[in-house]
T-cell receptor, first 115, second 117 residues
């Protein structure tokens, strides 16, 4: 029970709002992280939701509902530079060790922003 | 800080050759992670270390892969012998903290693009 599901592709236009969903299995759940990866680059950390609710950081917001096993990343006022892949990731709990820092990543959602 | 440093950035080798990838984590970070990324399999965790000790190597594909962390500032991932299916981008990442958000924020290096012919 450690998989995360997210859409493979999303397309939106500049200035729009887009929501990237992530659903997951609930065993040993500690929270949900989001990473951004531009083509040819390295993943970079965007946000971490430890508790239910909305976390806002500039144009990006991340939401978590643990009861629904669901989270999303919301990108507002889209810009061309937001074209990238977005990964949700969850920490893995090891019995007796708690949160180890190990992350399991979803397959990623490729966001294409069009003019 | 220079961030996570990886070398080489690109490696092209022939099947059967030994490949060694290197990583220098961010100073002060106590966890180090090796990932492999391909189009087919996405981002896979191969192995991770905490305080230089391997904690979980369940993601290492097979005995051809090995990783070491002799000290807090250096780690290697070795493939011997290499095969074409090992072609991928290999990322090293590090993180700090023992609880809360910090433990979940990983800083990735630029990656090593490996091509095995």
């Amino acid at each position: 029970g450690q998989s995360l599901e997210q859409p493979s592709e999303v397309t939106a236009v500049e200035g729009a709002i887009v929501q990237i969903n992530c659903t997951y299995q609930t065993s040993g759940f500690y929270g949900l992280s989001w990473y951004q990866q531009h083509d040819g680059g390295a993943p970079t950390f965007l946000s971490y939701n430890a508790l239910d609710g909305l976390e806002e950081t500039g144009r990006f917001s991340s939401f978590l509902s643990r009861s629904d096993s669901y989270g999303y990343l919301l990108l507002q006022e889209l810009q061309m530079k937001d074209s990238a892949s977005y990964f949700c990731a969850r920490p893995v709990r090891i019995h007796g060790s708690g949160n180890t820092g190990k992350l399991i990543f979803g397959q990623g959602t490729t966001l294409q922003v069009k003019p | 800080d220079a961030g996570v440093i990886q070398s080489p950035r690109h490696e092209v080798t022939e099947m059967g050759q030994e490949v060694t990838l290197r990583c220098k984590p961010i100073s002060g970070h106590n966890s180090l992670f090796w990932y492999r990324q391909t189009m087919m399999r996405g981002l896979e965790l191969l192995i991770y270390f905490n305080n230089n000790v391997p904690i979980d190597d369940s993601g290492m594909p097979e005995d051809r892969f090995s990783a070491k962390m002799p000290n807090a500032s250096f780690s290697t991932l070795k493939i011997q012998p290499s095969e074409p299916r090992d072609s991928a981008v290999y990322f090293c990442a590090s993180s700090s903290g023992t609880s809360g958000g910090a433990i979940n924020e990983q800083f990735f290096g630029p990656g090593t693009r490996l091509t095995v012919l």
